[in-house]
């Protein structure tokens, strides 16, 4: 059987997780810990970067940083993961969904501005599969309303957008290293600050709300409880797990897109004769090869692709139900712009929500993940792209 994914080990992690170990010092903010922060503030231009236990949690941080309370409003994509809102509901905002672009899975910026109330302070776009969304658009909207902008990167590790690192570019940028993504530490997740106003606060809220990364600078000379916070910062261990795929980092990434090509011009022929849709790259986005998908035509044919993968021994995946019709979202009017309670169906619900949205929808039921990981083969790519010829030509 040819696995969905594969976590990929550079060699190097039990050797540093043993060093991490005997160095004597377990708990977070440790040597392997400023390593990391520092590579990518070094290398990505963060101001600063801050490890997380996952983006979950870097995503939970940047919403207390945004300060927000119950019935403020955040405006995200209904496509993408709960973390992605669930971290601002947990405050307390109302989700405003917004449709996916129709060629790509990321937040419309065409459709941002209709969704903007006073109570709106926050736009969370997230960059599907690494790949960038309009962030000049989404900018100045922020800019034109005064919102906070936060990007959902967690997919989009060295990925670009006009030149300029995705994390870099929004208030808060927010990515993960769970086993599934590029570079992976288990469980694991980082939070950069580029926007000054942010760095102190964000170091406290890291630290239990205490103010005990500047007395170990030396700053302070006793620290105590000053502010909201949790234990958001993760042992040694998962930073030193996470150095040796960083070292590799370039390597992973360079395979990653050899196979990722591969899948492109396989499917090429069966795109030019409208039979599926491949991966829409826009000329400002980077390909950081997170994920391989393809959108067929319908929800049926979908699953009768996924079907005839399997009985050919491959694994392939959907995801994300939209998240406006999830059973948490219609079951709690307080997550939502407005009360409904008369309505039957979750389809004349988000009628009268204005939330039909169409892209979001027409992703969720067609879109289809490839197997994508550094040790998959060129003969299982090829492989994979034999049975999809097959399904469409016979
Ligand atoms: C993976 C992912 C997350 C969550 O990351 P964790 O590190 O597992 O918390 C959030 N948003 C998106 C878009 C993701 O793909």
């Not at 795929?245 to 011009?265: G, L, P, V």
């Not at 409208?274 to 000329?283: A, C, K, R």
Request: hydrophobic share 40%; net charge negative; proline share 4%.
């Amino acid at each position: 059987m040819i696995p969905f994914n594969k976590p990929f080990l550079t060699g190097k992690e039990a050797h540093y997780i043993y060093q991490a170990v005997y160095s004597g010092k377990l708990s977070g903010n440790g040597v392997y810990t400023k390593k990391c922060q520092n590579f990518f503030e070094e290398h990505y231009g963060f101001k600063k970067a801050l490890m997380t236990t996952s983006c979950t949690d870097a995503l939970e941080m940047a919403a207390i940083l945004c300060d927000i309370k119950p019935g403020d409003e955040v405006i995200a994509p209904s496509y993408t993961f709960v973390s992605t809102v669930l971290a601002f509901v947990r405050q307390g905002a109302k989700i405003m969904f917004c449709d996916s672009c129709k060629d790509n899975p990321n937040i419309d910026p065409d459709k941002i501005e209709a969704l903007i109330t006073e109570r709106t302070k926050v736009i969370v776009p997230v960059h599907y599969a690494g790949v960038a969304c309009d962030m000049d658009r989404i900018m100045a909207i922020a800019d034109k309303y005064n919102l906070l902008v936060v990007e959902d990167a967690a997919q989009a590790i060295d990925s670009y957008y006009k030149g300029r690192p995705l994390g870099s570019i929004g208030h808060l940028g927010c990515f993960s290293f769970h086993e599934t993504k590029n570079i992976i530490a288990g469980e694991g997740g980082l939070l950069t600050i580029n926007d000054d106003r942010f760095i102190r606060r964000s170091e406290i809220i890291w630290e239990k709300g205490t103010n005990r990364s500047e007395f170990f600078r030396g700053e302070v000379n006793k620290y105590g409880w000053v502010d909201n916070g949790s234990s958001f910062l993760p042992s040694e261990l998962i930073s030193a797990f996470l150095w040796a795929q960083i070292e590799n980092m370039d390597m992973i990434q360079t395979r990653r897109k050899e196979i990722w090509q591969r899948y492109y011009q396989g499917l090429a022929c069966l795109a030019d004769k409208g039979l599926l849709t491949l991966p829409d790259m826009p000329e400002y986005a980077t390909n950081n090869a997170h994920m391989f998908y393809i959108v067929c035509r319908s929800l049926e044919e979908r699953t009768r692709l996924i079907k005839h993968l399997k009985d050919h021994e491959i694994l392939s995946v959907f995801h994300y139900l939209s998240l406006h019709k999830s059973g948490f979202y219609t079951s709690h009017p307080e997550s939502r712009p407005e009360n409904c309670q008369e309505l039957t169906t979750i389809d004349e619900e988000c009628a009268v929500l204005g939330l039909d949205l169409v892209n979001c929808d027409r992703f969720a039921d067609c879109l289809l993940r490839l197997p994508l990981f550094y040790e998959l083969q060129d003969d299982d790519v090829d492989k994979i792209l034999a049975e999809i010829n097959r399904f469409y030509e016979g």
